[in-house]
C-alpha cells in the first residue's frame, strides 16, 4: 500500500476542495440528504479557512460524510439532519467510555460551580498528578497541559534539556502532532524549525541503529509510537525486539526513550502502552481520553528526566483549569473498577471475526490490522481506495460511522448489540458495493494528495 | 527600571527553588497560617516537577502567596485554607465577567447535555465563527484552537505560508506564548527553532524601519502586542505613529501584521484592541477571555491571509469541543449588551486615584501605567522589588490578591465596594510596610533570575 506521495516527500499538499468534492451532481444528492448540513457548510465555508480546518475536516472522505454534528451519547453521534451513527472514530479518541458518561460528566459539573480557570490550580492537580504516577509504571511526575502537541513538544524539550543534545528520531509516517517541528503537512513551516530531527523505520531494528549511529554524539531522544498507527496504512504492533533496541540504545547514549500514547493511552492496557513489551519509557505523552473528551493532555516523566522537565518553560491559559481535571480523576478511577478494556478487546475481537466473515461471502478481502479495539480496515486490491470509500458510505447510509483511511476506536459504551448491528450493516453495505464495483471511481481529491495528480 | 538580566540575554532562569523560597523561618510561619496549602505543595513537590510550573506557579512571588485555590466566584477567589481574596490576577486574564458567571455556564453546561468532543464539530463552531467576524472589524475567517499560544504560532506559521518569506519581527521583552519559536525561556530549545525571529523595539519607528531592512526581501510578519505589557517592567500604550508605521511597513513589503490580543482582547474595546489607534492587521490571536475561562482561544484573519491560512496545518485533539464554543457565545452576547468594558474602566479610574493616594499619604510613589483595566503597579525607588513585594504580601493579608511585577485585570464582577475594599486594604498594607520598609529583603529567588546572583 503506498503513502501519499505528499506525505513520504514531506511536501504540503494540494489545496483542499471546499464544498463540492465530487462534482455537482453529488452535491445535489447531498442537499437532498442532508440540507442542514450543506447550509452549515456554505456558511462555514465564509468564515473558517477551507470551509473546515484540521484533523476532524471531512474534505477527505466520502463526500455524503456529515460535517457537522448536534449530538453524542454513548457510543452513538447524531448529524445536523437527525441521522444516528455508531461512531467508531470516537471523536478520533477521545471517547474512551461512551459520549456523555454521566458519572465523569457529574464530576466536571460539581468542580465547574467550585471554580475551573482561577489564579492557581485547584487541589484536584495534585491528586490527578498522583492518580498518573500511581497508575503508569514508569513515571515519577506530571506535566499537564491542553493538546496531545503541547504533550509531545514538551517531551522534545525536556529530553534536549536533560541531555545537553539536539538529534532527535522519529519514525517515518509517525503522526506526533501538529507543531512545526513535527506537523506532517509543513506549509508555512521553514526548515529550520525541524533541525536536528531525524527518520528511522518503525519496527526495523537496523534502520534504527544506523540512525542512532548518524546522530553521532548529539543524540537527544528516540521517539517511538505504542505501535505503528499511521493514517492510509496498515497498522503494526510493536515488534518486542525493536522496543527493546530502543530501550537499549538509549541507556548507551544518554538519549531520552519518548512514547507518544496520546492516541493509544489505555485502550491498550491501564499503564503506559509499552508495558506490553515489557520496555520503560523516560518519557511518554498523554491526552485525547484519560478525561474522557474533556480537554487535557499531559507529559509524564521518569527521574531520569526530571531535572530536563525542571528546566524547560512550558505554560498556556488553560492548563491548570480544574473542570478537566475533575473529569480525569473520575475517568481514570472507572478505569481502574471496570473491566472496560477486556470488554473492548472482547468486541472488537467479535467485530474483526464478523466483518471478515461478511467480507468474504461478497467476495472481498479485508486487512484488518492493529489491535482490534483500535482497528484500520483496508481492502486488498484497493490501490487508490475506492472500495474502501464506498464501503464507507455504504455503511454510514446504514447508521454506522468508519473511516476508508485512519484507525478507528471502539468504546466502554459499546455492546454486542452494536457489533451485531455493525456487522450487519457491513454484510449490506459489502453486498451493496459489489453491486456497483465497476462504477466505482476514486475520490478526486484524495486522489490529488495521494499523488495521482 | 532593568529588565531581568536572563530575559535581556535570552538565556534560561536559575534552577527555580522548591519548597522554601525564603528559608526555613519563613516556612514555618506559612505552615501556620496556610497549612493546607503547604500539605498540597509537599504532597506536589513530589510529583510535579518543581511542585508547579507554568505561569500560576508561586516561586516568583511573596512566600506567603498560596499556590492552591478551592474556590472562585465573581471578582474573589478562597485559598485551600479558606482565605478569602478579591482577585486582581483573574487567572491571569481568562475571568473577564467574573468566575462562575452563571449564564455563561449554564450555556456551556447545556452544550455539555448535548454534545462536546465529538468527531466533527457542532453548529456552534459557525455560529461564534460569524459573531467573531461580525464583532472584530479587520476579521474575515476564524479558526479555533486551544492555547493561546496555538494562536500564535498559527499566525506565524500562516504569515509564513502566505508571503513565502521566513523572517519575523518581535518586540523585545514581549510574550507570545511559550513554543520554540517564542519563549522567553528557552531550557531545551535549540536555536534553529529561532531562525529568522528578530527583535525591534516596541513604540520606536526607528527601530522597526531598521529592523524591517535588515529584513531584506525575506519578511513574513511582524508582531505587536496591542500595548507593551511585558513582566517587570511599566506597561506602554501603542505610540499611534508606530501602529500606523507597521502598518505601511507592511504593505509596502507585502508582510503580515499580527496584533497578538490574547492578553488584552476585549479589556481595552470591543474589537481588535489596535482600532484604537486606528490601524488594521492581516492577523490576530485571541485567547483567555472571549469564553470567560473556558478553554478556546482563535486566530482571526484578514481575506489577506487567507490563503496563507488555508495552505497550514493546525489541529489539535479538542479544538472543535463545543462546550467552550457555547461559552463563548454567551460570553461574546454579553460582551456587546452589557456596559461591562465601561464600568470595568471606571472602576480602574477609581482603583488608580485611590492607590496614588493612599501611597502618596504614607510616602511612597507608585508607577502605575498601561489600561486603568489592565494596571501594573511598580513602586519608584525599588530596583529589587523588595517594596513591592511586602506591599503584595501586605494586601494578601487583607484579602486583597495583587501581583508584584505582571500586569493585573479588572473584571466585570467587580463593584465600586469592592474598589473601596482594595483602596482600604492598600492604605493599610502601605503603613504596614513604611514601619517596616528598613527589614525588607529582597525575594532570594527572585534575585537570582534578576541577574544578582
Request: with cysteine.
Amino acid at each position: 500500500m503506498p503513502r501519499p506521495e505528499w506525505l513520504r516527500q514531506g511536501r504540503n499538499p494540494p489545496f483542499l476542495s471546499r464544498l463540492e468534492p465530487n462534482g455537482p451532481s453529488d452535491r445535489r444528492n447531498l442537499m437532498r440528504a442532508k440540507p442542514n448540513d450543506v447550509d452549515l457548510r456554505e456558511r462555514a465555508a465564509k468564515v473558517i479557512p477551507n470551509g473546515m480546518f484540521g484533523h476532524e475536516a471531512t474534505h477527505l472522505l466520502p463526500a455524503s460524510f456529515p460535517q457537522f454534528f448536534s449530538r453524542a451519547k454513548g457510543a452513538y453521534i447524531w448529524d445536523v439532519d437527525g441521522n444516528r451513527y455508531l461512531d467508531f472514530m470516537c471523536a478520533y479518541g477521545p471517547n474512551l467510555l461512551g459520549y456523555g458518561d454521566e458519572l465523569i460528566d457529574a464530576a466536571a459539573t460539581r468542580q465547574l460551580a467550585l471554580g475551573d480557570t482561577m489564579t492557581g490550580p485547584g487541589p484536584v492537580l495534585v491528586d490527578l498528578c498522583e492518580t498518573l504516577v500511581d497508575m503508569i509504571s514508569h513515571a515519577d511526575w506530571v506535566m499537564v497541559c491542553k493538546n496531545g502537541t503541547d504533550a509531545t513538544t514538551m517531551a522534545l524539550t525536556a529530553a534536549r534539556a536533560q541531555t545537553g543534545k539536539r538529534r532527535v528520531l522519529v519514525a517515518e509516517g509517525a503522526y506526533h502532532g501538529a507543531a512545526p517541528w513535527c506537523t506532517p503537512m509543513p506549509g508555512g513551516i521553514v526548515p529550520e524549525e525541524r533541525a536536528f530531527i531525524s527518520k528511522y523505520k518503525y519496527n526495523d531494528v537496523a534502520s534504527l541503529e544506523a540512525a542512532v549511529a548518524a546522530a553521532g554524539d548529539d543524540l537527544a531522544a528516540i521517539f517511538a509510537s505504542p505501535f505503528k498507527h499511521d493514517a492510509f496504512e496498515d497498522q503494526a504492533l510493536p515488534d518486542p525486539a525493536y522496543a527493546r533496541r530502543a530501550r537499549e540504545l538509549c541507556d548507551q547514549t544518554g538519549a531520552m526513550l519518548i512514547v507518544d500514547d496520546v492516541r493509544a493511552g489505555f485502550r491498550l492496557v491501564r499503564d503506559c502502552s509499552w508495558e506490553l513489551v515489557g520496555v520503560r519509557p523516560d518519557l511518554s505523552s498523554w491526552g485525547k481520553s484519560f478525561a474522557n473528551g474533556h480537554p487535557i493532555s499531559a507529559l509524564l516523566g521518569s527521574n531520569s528526566c526530571r531535572a530536563g522537565a525542571e528546566a524547560i518553560y512550558a505554560t498556556g491559559s488553560f492548563w491548570f483549569s480544574a473542570v478537566p481535571m475533575a473529569a480525569a480523576i473520575e475517568t481514570l478511577r472507572i478505569l481502574r473498577e471496570s473491566d472496560y478494556l477486556e470488554r473492548t478487546i472482547r468486541l472488537g475481537e467479535r467485530l474483526r471475526e464478523g466483518l471478515a466473515a461478511a467480507a468474504a461471502r461478497h467476495g472481498f478481502s479485508l486487512r484488518q490490522t492493529g489491535p482490534v479495539q483500535m482497528p484500520q480496515i483496508l481492502f486488498n486490491d484497493d490501490p487508490d481506495f475506492r472500495i474502501g470509500f464506498a464501503w464507507a458510505e455504504a455503511m454510514l447510509e446504514r447508521g454506522v460511522y468508519v473511516h476508508p483511511w485512519h484507525n478507528m476506536f471502539l468504546n466502554g459504551a459499546m455492546s454486542e448489540t452494536d457489533i451485531d448491528f455493525a456487522i450487519e450493516a457491513a454484510d449490506g453495505a459489502f453486498a451493496q458495493v459489489r453491486e456497483h464495483v465497476g462504477e466505482l471511481e476514486p475520490h478526486a481529491t484524495l486522489m490529488s494528495l495521494l499523488g495521482a495528480h
